[in-house]
């Protein structure tokens, strides 16, 4: 499949150009996460695969992957698993897309980096933050300051095992609307053509995908549909202490509406059926 916007550089790394640094199993296999995995064809090409507490998404088209966001740092096992699962391998997959660097969704991404050369992609403010220029992230005090809540408790337990207070930083990670060749606005030349989706103030750069030839939209935590911490499913706003600008994070979800979808995957939740612009709708009419 080709696509009208190159991304320049790394439209140039091949098949042959990954490496692998040592082989065997990943470094940190959280077993348990893949006695749990659970991977879902949701429509053509596009895979979700649901951990314990965190999503992330196989794009496949013929032998090549976009990976969208990579787990908790011990969730590197289960991100492999996954891949099998859909018959493809670590060394397929073209490019890891983040929706933010946020350390559950930013985990696995330095380990791919290193040991297989894979190209972590991101805006470029997000960038920024993937390489711990700064941090925009709940501290463990604010953790602590919500274990009241159903569900906090386990919560933590579950994460802190995942390796949630990791830096988690991929000093190789970089902005795509930089690389040489790119077009603001338009389909990445990577597998399936994702378009990215300035949805920035859950972080000051996350980022939205567009699937337009699959109907599909990859919400990552600007718009969820479940959490550990949340009582409710089906469309939502992570609770606030996860949020770095509040009404920003609500101003984002313009960016999903009017788009041609009826899949929405969010980054923590079920899968979405039905109209996106309805669930941006549903979300602003509980906050009103």
Not at 214 to 241: E, F, K
Request: glycine fraction near 12%; charge should be negative.
């Amino acid at each position: 499949m080709t696509h009208p916007a190159p991304l320049g550089r790394v439209i140039g790394v091949s098949r042959q150009q990954t490496r692998r640094s040592s082989p065997g199993a990943p470094d940190r296999p959280y077993s348990a996460v893949v006695s749990t995995l659970e991977v879902t064809t949701v429509a053509d090409g596009v895979h979700v695969a649901f951990g314990p507490d965190v999503n992330w998404t196989l794009l496949v088209d013929g032998e090549d992957v976009t990976l969208v966001d990579s787990g908790y740092p011990r969730y590197v096992g289960a991100v492999v698993e996954s891949l099998r699962r859909v018959g493809r391998r670590p060394e397929d997959v073209r490019a890891i897309l983040l929706t933010h660097a946020h350390i559950d969704h930013i985990g696995g991404a330095g380990h791919f980096a290193s040991t297989y050369g894979t190209p972590v992609l991101t805006s470029d403010t997000e960038a920024r933050h993937a390489r711990r220029e700064f941090l925009e992230q709940a501290s463990p005090l604010d953790v602590a300051r919500n274990v009241w809540r159903r569900g906090a408790l386990a919560w933590t337990v579950r994460i802190a095992r995942a390796g949630g207070t990791e830096s988690g930083a991929v000093a190789d990670a970089e902005g795509f609307d930089s690389v040489v060749g790119s077009v603001p606005g338009g389909p990445l030349d990577l597998p399936c053509g994702p378009v990215p989706l300035d949805t920035s103030g859950h972080t000051s750069g996350h980022t939205g995908y567009h699937v337009p030839g699959a109907g599909a939209v990859l919400s990552g935590d600007a718009l969820i549909t479940g959490h550990a911490l949340s009582v409710r499913t089906g469309p939502q706003m992570l609770p606030p202490l996860f949020a770095h600008d509040r009404p920003r994070e609500f101003d984002a979800l313009d960016a999903f509406v009017g788009l041609d979808a009826d899949v929405l995957i969010p980054g923590h939740g079920g899968v979405h059926r039905g109209s996106v612009d309805d669930a941006v709708r549903r979300v602003r009419s509980a906050r009103a």
